[in-house]
């Protein structure tokens, strides 16, 4: 082994700090984003949040059912014509699903396109071959994925999450659930900052690369030392709430209110997903 | 099947096998990644399934919380679901130079019992699914059956067989939780490769070309287990057992968390029905012993086999009442496998399961109601 390769990887080892601090910031930032996004004025952000909701999963439903090819194109380019109208930046939103999609699901599907039998398409040089059967099973799963992606990712960039929360009421989910589903999301922020505070702490006294064992014991404290303090701030949080009249039972106040633009935006889109349903049977 | 087999090898025999170590090795990683699954990868019809599966450990949990928690444990599992979600990301170093991360589902159960994990853990992967498009939202139910149920459970049940009854310093906890943790991740892994598996084997178009996850049971199974088996799960086994190891240090009522009598609960419904338990998965264990057994059971013979055995007759009420009804597994077989030895486990563990639903969801029912009257 070359002394370049092994300094190189001595760099990518120790590097974990940096990269679990980069993927921290990373997740902090896009909350930001869509938090951002979703106030702006545009054609999804003044809809409904409980509406958006039931028409995500009959969308998403109907991406699933499918059988044809085409309807999930068609569906995915109705995720774009309406982050354009939403203002959301297109070149954003179809990296932010584009980037990483041919990555991980690509690499999966990829041997679909050799052993799924069929006719073949293709001849490669060693005796392998694409069979139109493999291309189609590859494309399906991508399509599929990508666009089920984009609609969930269209939800929120246009609708703040204390709305999802509120609106995920109307699938019944129970109101502890729902304010659990709250809290966590707060306290994903704090635990968020606190680790990266922790690490950079740690990264700001080493004087040289951490080895593999010291990493692994770093791994374990910070982690401990985490749950440690999830379980204090638990304690003060229930002291708190206490001490704000909270009983045993969360109460919310339900501002939501149907409008006609919203009974439209309804109807449209389930004519869409049944349409898609039907077509793509 | 043959086909496939056949067109496999063809395939091995005609790669570069630099080529083929280095995607495997890469696959090994990816597959590892597969646990969150994302929308596309399963039928509606699967997903379905896989919440009604759900349904029972979540009510289970709401139940918990409501009859014998106070309120207090509302933060305590928004807190360890939001550790769960900040744990998914730290990016433990792996030999190779990669990383992996681990889910922390097993550290959760260690620390507050496997039915407020699986809460803790569905919040965590709900956040994902929703937020961060890590998961799909169609698939919770699977995504939350393999990380929040059968995770935290298995990883429970081997912690305490190993530990139980040992002072909070054992070095056995710590063995236990790197167990318990490997084990319940590995499992998890079983299963969700379980349910990628039988997607080609139900769903694909007229021509044969799977529509969901591509892969038959035969690949998708040990592609799942060997990949969490060698990455994944050591990692979860790693992390678990080092925090375990840092409560023994600095905070080991932590660790007594589970036996406090404010949230200890009395004994959880599987260590009082144990032996039930116990018998009921040896018995689906032993369904495959049906399939040596020739021929059927003794006077369950249906109107053609009657004739078969030589009778000259089909009594006339029973051909007329034979096609009243005529079931979505007959003989135990799913044609759509066209494999019945297959076919006839899937139904096993298939009835099995909806036996379950449907006692679960009538005991809920008896219980709800006596619970609704009660003032809070």
Known sequence: MSIASRTSQRTRRSSFVERTLVDINHTLEQSLFAEQTARQPGLLQGLDARLKIIALLMLLLAVSLSHSLWIIVALYFL????????????????????????FFTGIIALPALFITPGPVLVHLPPGVVITANGVQTALFLLLRVGTSVSFGVLLILTTPWNSVLKALGVLRLPAVIILMLGMTYRYIHLLLNITSDMFLSRKSRLLRPLTGVENRQLIGATSGALLSKSLQVSSEVYLAMQSRGFRDYPRTIDTFEMHPVDWAAGLIVTLIALAAIWLGR | MSKIKATLNSLIQGTPRSLMIYYGI?????????????????????????????LPFWIMGVRKLREKMTAKNVPLIALLAAFSF????????????????????????????????????SIALVIQAFFFGDGGILALGANCFNMAVVLPYVSYAIYQAISKNQPTTSKRRIIGAALGGWTGLTVAAFFAGFEFGIQPLLFHTANGTPLYAPYPLSVSIPAMVFAHALVASPVEALVTALVVAYLQRTNQPALE?????????????????RVLWIVLAVMIVLVPLGLLAPGTAWGEWGAQELTSRGLAF????????????????????LPALKNSNLGYILSGIVGTIVIGIVAWLFTMLVTMRKSETKPR
């Open chain 2, 86 to 121: 900040v744990l998914m990301m730290f990016n433990v170093p792996i030999p190779g130079g990669t990383t992996a991360h681990a889910v922390g589902g097993a550290l959760c159960a260690i620390i507050m019992g496997p039915e407020i994990a699986t809460m803790a853990v």
């Open chain 1, 79 to 102: 995720t774009l014509g309406m982050a354009f109208f939403s203002k959301v930046p297109l070149g954003f939103f179809v990296k932010r699903v584009w980037l990483f999609i041919p």
């Open chain 2, 314 to 333: 089909v009594p006339q009420g029973m051909a007329k009442l034979s096609g009243l009804w005529s079931a979505p597994m007959s003989g135990y077989d």
């Open chain 2, 26 to 54: 890469f696959a090994v990683w990816l597959f590892t990644t597969a646990m969150h699954i994302p929308d596309g990868y399963l039928s509606p019809v699967t997903s379905i399934i896989m919440f009604i599966i759900v």
């Open chain 2, 257 to 273: 968390f589970v036996k406090k009598p404010e949230i200890a609960t009395e004994s959880s419904g599987f260590a009082k029905w």
